[in-house]
């Protein structure tokens, strides 16, 4: 049974998580709840439900503070959903941020995303990835991993393909 994430409510009515592990030990999601956790963001965006300010408080680990009103809204909309007091919700809410932070430092993504009216509109293989590997120790992914991932996963690997070596 994973350990409880405990919750508390600072008198300015912020949030404080003591979470039981480290970012980098966070579980992966699948990529279908990243998705709709992505949508479920940008409607309480578009809604302007920005929540409160939160802090997770990592053991043995730093402590991320989402005071920023657009982290702040996305970690509510998260909340509601699928609740930041489990792993996975907490997983979900931590791996949107963290891809959002690669989305606008890293360049050579641009491929792996559309724009519109409608909203933005992710590659699988960028979701996929997103939602399976891992965090560093900020909360973060790291960008030549990610580079070196999806170069494969979008160019295809014999063994993607289905071809035998031989």
Same mark, same amino acid.
């Given at each position: 049974?994973?350990?409880?994430?405990?919750? *508390? @409510? *600072?008198?300015?009515?912020?949030?404080?998580? /003591?979470?039981?592990?480290?970012?980098?030990?966070?579980?992966?999601?699948?990529?279908?709840?990243?998705?709709?956790?992505?949508?479920?963001?940008?409607?309480?965006?578009? /809604? $302007?439900?920005?929540?409160?300010?939160?802090?997770?408080?990592?053991?043995?680990?730093?402590?991320?503070?989402?005071?920023?009103?657009?982290?702040?809204?996305?970690? $509510?909309?998260?909340? @509601?959903?699928?609740?930041? $007091?489990?792993?996975?919700?907490?997983?979900?809410?931590?791996?949107?941020?963290?891809?959002?932070?690669?989305? *606008?430092?890293?360049?050579?993504? @641009?491929?792996?995303?559309?724009?519109?009216?409608?909203?933005?509109?992710?590659?699988?293989?960028?979701?996929?990835?997103?939602?399976?590997?891992?965090? =560093?120790?900020?909360?973060?992914? =790291? $960008?030549?991993?990610?580079?070196?991932?999806?170069?494969?996963?979008?160019?295809?690997?014999?063994?993607?393909?289905?071809?035998?070596?031989?």
């Amino acid at each position: 049974m994973p350990l409880p994430i405990r919750v *508390a @409510r *600072a008198p300015d009515g912020a949030l404080h998580y /003591a979470i039981p592990c480290r970012p980098e030990q966070i579980p992966a999601v699948s990529p279908v709840a990243l998705s709709l956790a992505w949508d479920a963001a940008r409607d309480a965006a578009a /809604a $302007e439900h920005w929540g409160p300010h939160r802090t997770l408080l990592f053991q043995d680990g730093p402590a991320m503070a989402l005071a920023d009103a657009d982290a702040a809204c996305w970690a $509510e909309a998260v909340d @509601r959903m699928a609740g930041l $007091e489990t792993l996975s919700g907490l997983s979900l809410c931590l791996r949107l941020l963290a891809l959002v932070d690669l989305l *606008a430092r890293a360049r050579w993504m @641009r491929g792996l995303y559309a724009i519109s009216a409608e909203g933005i509109e992710l590659h699988p293989a960028l979701l996929t990835a997103a939602a399976t590997e891992g965090l =560093d120790a900020a909360g973060r992914f =790291d $960008e030549t991993g990610m580079k070196r991932l999806l170069s494969h996963r979008i160019a295809g690997t014999p063994a993607d393909r289905g071809d035998k070596a031989g």
